[in-house]
DNA sequence: TCAAAAGTGTTCAAAATACACCCATGA
DNA sequence: TCATGGGTGTATTTTGAACACTTTTGA
């Protein structure tokens, strides 16, 4: 059987999702550990169908994720260098686990041909709502797990590149872009905010110059009070403004 | 004779190439005119081998069609949406120009469909020197010519779109980069930087301040002055510094 | 009435912009 | 010596960071 050889994908050409979740001060990705002998860790990646584009396909792919649809997601960088293959990678895989590429029942010939090709990746990052997420395994996951970006296991090809470079490219689309709050949810105190920020920028900022910072960008609409029970002046809450 | 579909060509993937020259106050795109009946318009474009990398192979088209090599050329956005092909444009070359596609001369079955695929293209930008460049016609060229970015012909596909998506990230890198100055010649006056920039940014600075400004970034050296004949002070030249 | 944390106003320094003046050049 | 355009110094405004103070909350 052939999984992907005779699919209508276009050939040679990946994407790979950064997806970027966070809570209570930790900034994490959501990662698969593949479901074979050795630890394989993988970004969430899928192909392009015919039919498709190439925006849609990162939705899509996503979507078949995390379950949810609509949320922040963007192009960051491609990955084509000359020999960007997993070959070896599948080769060691298969090799750990040959009890289970018995004739061609798991892996087709013309499957490891396919996949094992020099392959292109359209890398993109996705922000979301850690809360609102299910990770959803496909056949081939033995876990799909959000790990703190500062203590990721050691991933498979350049999936560890791509995250950095798709963090480099979130920090940089802040500095005019608010787009950052779909990692929170719905509504959220200007501390959330602020530790949000500091987290993902690793730095810390004076509270009141930051408030007047992200107040003057007109976005946010305040609502009422937050009282949380602490001996101290309610924080309000804000949303963003539509 | 297949030009395309045997070669070692990625399939379903293009690069497109827009090259930003300047002159006279003027920001130009080199943009090649084919050489069949019927106007069109192309940016200069190529394939990926399966033995390069992108980037080099996008350099390697810019080199083809430019001549000049070690140039500054940078991705800057992919275009793929589902129904992204160039099948009805072939189509219509070929209807105005029958008497060229008789009997697989021009064109082969094979690489008809090749190229009538629904395609990737990834976008790159470059800045050259228009003095350092002769345009390298193909055969498939009538001409290849630099055109004012406020006077372009009507571009195949969604090679207009490309051109404008590109200007917006040149902008947006020349705020935190200086790359631009790849378009002026080895030496160069103040007053050209300043030409240069507000014809890209189609806006006016003041001059003094302007020159403050670029000074700090020191990545400039101050060499002789430049005597022109005109009855005035005679400017300064610079260069990149090493 | 007190500690903790939130909100807001004031001060200070730095950066960006505007204004003004002087200088070199060739007619 | 004059018009022209180039270079530079000084004021002014705007911005952003640092500091200080007040308010609210529940114990």
Redo the contacts between chains.
């Keep these: 059987m052939n999984l992907f050889a005779n699919q209508d994908y276009?050939?040679?050409?990946a994407i790979d999702c950064v997806i970027f979740g966070y809570q209570e001060r930790e900034l994490k990705v959501l990662i698969t550990k593949l479901n074979f002998k050795g630890d394989f860790y993988s970004l969430p990646s899928g192909f392009?169908l015919?039919?498709?584009?190439?925006?849609?396909a990162a939705h899509r792919i996503l979507e078949e994720r995390t379950g949810i649809s609509n949320i922040f997601l963007t192009?960051f960088?491609?990955f084509?260098?000359?020999n960007?293959t997993n070959k070896k990678f599948l080769e060691h895989v298969i090799e750990l686990n040959q009890e289970r590429f018995v004739g061609d029942v798991t892996l087709s010939k013309a499957d490891f041909e396919w996949l094992t090709a020099?392959f292109?990746s359209?890398g993109y990052y996705a922000l979301v709502d850690i809360n609102k997420v299910t990770p959803i395994k496909t056949a081939l996951d033995e876990s799909m797990e959000w790990y703190n970006i500062h203590e990721l296991p050691t991933m498979m090809m350049d999936h560890h590149e791509m995250i950095e470079k798709a963090l480099e490219s979130l920090r940089l689309n802040l500095d005019t872009n608010i787009i950052v709050l779909n990692l929170l949810p719905e509504t959220f105190t200007m501390k959330e905010v602020q530790d949000l920020y500091e987290t993902i920028f690793e730095e810390t900022y004076a509270r009141n110059n930051f408030q007047k910072k992200i107040l003057d960008l007109n976005v946010l609409e305040r609502l009422e009070k937050k009282f949380t029970g602490a001996q101290n002046k309610a924080p309000y809450l804000y949303r963003f403004r539509r």
Tied chains: 1, 2.
Aim: proline share 0%.
């Design positions: 276009i050939s040679q050409l392009i015919q039919k498709e584009g190439i925006d849609e192009h960088k491609n084509g260098q000359a960007r020099r292109i359209l």
